[in-house]
């Protein structure tokens, strides 16, 4: 199961079904939407760059990554995340790594120290993490009202008959957005 809700997305849905993800989404991208998460871009970057001295030498790779988890972490999942959604981030990017290795690819057997072995603990601690954090927002959801994240909007997004993303849909659009 887990492996599964880590391929849900649009690319993996067609016809009516792709439809209807796709207008349940469409408002976390809304154009206004994204010009207020600019405003949380900004502030991210100028922290990270208030950290810099003249003459120090840097690691711009790792600020760049950190910047970049700390913005995704914070569109995605909100203030409230911070390290633990930075820490499945980094795990995003372990497991799209592990997820594209030509040995893991070729070699598909489930047996400790393999590379598809890493694979299935990594979608199995991204599942369980995800789901956390989907089970955290949606009681903060229900506490303070709709945050202004993405997932706050993935657990508002009704269709017209009043239906949602069910649980795994919304760990599966979380996982790849």
Same mark, same amino acid.
């Given at each position: 199961?887990?492996?599964?809700?880590?391929?849900?997305?649009?690319?993996?849905?067609?016809?009516?079904?792709?439809?209807?993800?796709?207008?349940?989404?469409?408002?976390?991208?809304?154009?206004? +939407?994204? @010009?207020?998460?600019?405003?949380?871009?900004? *502030?991210?970057?100028?922290? $990270?760059? #208030?950290?810099? /001295?003249?003459? %120090?030498?840097?690691?711009?790779?790792?600020?760049?990554?950190?910047?970049?988890?700390?913005?995704?972490?914070?569109?995605?999942?909100?203030?409230?995340?911070?390290?633990?959604?930075?820490?499945?981030?980094?795990?995003?990017?372990?497991?799209?790594?592990?997820?594209?290795?030509?040995?893991?690819?070729?070699? +598909?057997? @489930?047996?400790?120290?393999?590379?598809?072995? *890493?694979?299935?603990?990594? $979608?199995? #601690?991204?599942? /369980?993490?995800? %789901?956390?954090?989907?089970?955290?927002?949606?009681?903060?959801?229900?506490?303070?009202?709709?945050?202004?994240?993405?997932?706050?909007?993935?657990?508002?997004?009704?269709?017209?008959?009043?239906?949602?993303?069910?649980?795994?849909?919304?760990?599966?659009?979380?996982?790849?957005?």
């Amino acid at each position: 199961k887990p492996i599964l809700r880590m391929m849900t997305g649009l690319f993996q849905v067609n016809g009516d079904e792709h439809r209807r993800h796709r207008r349940l989404l469409m408002p976390a991208f809304h154009k206004s +939407r994204i @010009d207020g998460y600019q405003i949380e871009m900004a *502030r991210i970057t100028e922290e $990270t760059l #208030a950290r810099y /001295r003249v003459g %120090e030498t840097r690691d711009v790779h790792a600020d760049m990554t950190e910047l970049t988890l700390r913005v995704a972490t914070k569109t995605l999942f909100g203030e409230e995340e911070g390290d633990r959604g930075i820490a499945l981030a980094r795990m995003m990017q372990e497991w799209l790594l592990t997820m594209f290795n030509p040995v893991m690819m070729l070699l +598909r057997f @489930d047996v400790p120290g393999t590379p598809y072995r *890493r694979f299935l603990d990594l $979608t199995h #601690a991204i599942d /369980r993490e995800t %789901e956390a954090i989907v089970r955290a927002k949606r009681e903060a959801v229900q506490r303070n009202g709709e945050g202004d994240d993405m997932l706050s909007m993935l657990l508002a997004a009704r269709d017209e008959d009043g239906s949602g993303f069910d649980e795994d849909d919304l760990i599966g659009h979380t996982g790849v957005i």
